[in-house]
């Protein structure tokens, strides 16, 4: 989810852990309490710094080890104990069970988009992404944001604001739920020999984004109130083994793409001086064009002079983005 709806979800439970009677009963329970959920509800974002060093370790990292389960029990100690240096006398073992909540609700909430997270580490690198919840979801920050409201300003019961607000949140995953076994159904309908189906939900209820892997072809395509729109087909060509790819994936730029997308296409391009190298990611697809790539330039002697990764909307950006060959 985007920081703002971590943010309000970590709002609401710091009122629903107002219940907890022995927070209640402490005198500054109430303030401690909501602190480690909203420091917990944000800090396995942390690795949004690393967007400040480049794409390639932004998109290697990012909801990778910082979302694991080692990284899940080190963040609750770690807002546990700023919690608890902060506010005198609330008893510790509370506080360190509503960090925990606060910060495993945020790596599991995050398992329901497009993205995912490695949340199996150190079992296995392998990314989660179930394909349910836009990354932002304006139904789901709406119903938090009020509850943070309400819990700020109203004089009412914060914890049964909290509570509403989660109910609310259970009924709304279990309807997504319920279009993404009915999209996955319908795909394989009306597809032969479908692999995979990969759901990028968007702001509508109805309204998700497909990349479809059959035996020998990809499919882009949209799912809009029972109905498939197919935009693009490529038929699945393996990527070779041969030295102008094993030079590519020795770019970091490549190895960080590689690792994440899970459906692309590639193509190599030889010019007069140089090769190009490009992958397309199949999931993101915005009005016709791709905007998720990585990209690199070889020179004859399979040198990498120039790469880039990462989210480009037009050709004309990413040509500005590489430190191009001349001619």
Do not use: C
Request: glycine share 6%; net charge neutral; aromatic share 14%.
């Amino acid at each position: 989810m985007d920081t703002a709806t971590h943010l309000v979800m970590g709002i609401t439970l710091g009122g629903l852990a107002t219940l907890d009677p022995v927070i209640a009963q402490s005198d500054l329970g109430p303030q401690a309490v909501m602190f480690a959920t909203i420091v917990g509800s944000n800090i396995p974002d942390i690795d949004t710094v690393l967007k400040l060093r480049n794409n390639a370790k932004y998109i290697r990292n990012h909801r990778g080890i910082t979302h694991s389960i080692p990284a899940v029990l080190l963040w609750s100690f770690t807002v546990s104990g700023a919690a608890f240096a902060l506010f005198s006398n609330v008893p510790y073992l509370h506080l360190l069970l509503w960090s925990f909540v606060a910060v495993f609700l945020h790596v599991f909430v995050d398992i329901f988009n497009a993205y995912g997270t490695q949340a199996l580490r150190p079992f296995t690198r392998k990314w989660v992404a179930l394909g349910v919840i836009n990354t932002f979801d304006v139904v789901i920050f709406l119903i938090h944001a009020l509850g943070a409201i309400l819990i700020i300003t109203a004089d009412g019961s914060k914890g049964l604001t909290g509570i509403a607000a989660y109910a609310l949140t259970l009924m709304y995953y279990i309807g997504r739920f319920a279009m993404k076994i009915n999209i996955e159904s319908t795909v394989r309908k009306q597809f032969k020999n479908v692999e995979q189906v990969l759901i990028s939900p968007t702001y509508r209820f109805y309204h998700y984004h497909l990349a479809i892997v059959t035996d020998e072809y990809y499919y882009v395509a949209r799912f809009h109130r029972g109905s498939i729109m197919v935009h693009d087909k490529f038929e699945r060509v393996p990527l070779p083994d041969n030295e102008i790819i094993q030079a590519a994936q020795q770019d970091v730029n490549i190895s960080a793409f590689l690792s994440f997308s899970p459906v692309y296409r590639w193509d190599i391009f030889d010019y007069m001086d140089h090769y190009e190298v490009r992958f397309i990611d199949l999931r993101y697809r915005s009005k016709g064009y791709y905007p998720f790539v990585a990209i690199v330039q070889l020179n004859k002697d399979l040198q990498i002079v120039s790469s880039y990764t990462g989210w480009i909307f037009s050709e004309e950006k990413l040509r500005k983005k590489l430190e191009l060959i001349p001619n």
